[in-house]
């Protein structure tokens, strides 16, 4: 008997710790998600950055030219 009380205390201990996990593991899943969107948003900045920087470079070239 002493040995189904412990059984069943460990398999609620068990039940809780999985269920922690789940909940933890869904958290961390959406911070992930926030993450990647952050990601994705900083390297569309950074392509912007780098396409204006690209024209502004090309309209100087063109500038220097024609007034040469």
Sequence with gaps: MATDSFNVRRAEYLDAKVKALVQENGELKGRLQDSNHEIDRLCM????????????????????HSES
């Excluded at 780098?50 to 024209?55: A, F, G, N, T, Y």
Aim: aromatic fraction near 4%; glycine fraction near 0%; proline fraction near 0%.
């Design 45 to 64: 900045v950074v392509r912007r950055q780098i396409h204006d920087e690209s024209l502004v470079r090309k309209l100087s070239q063109k500038q220097f």
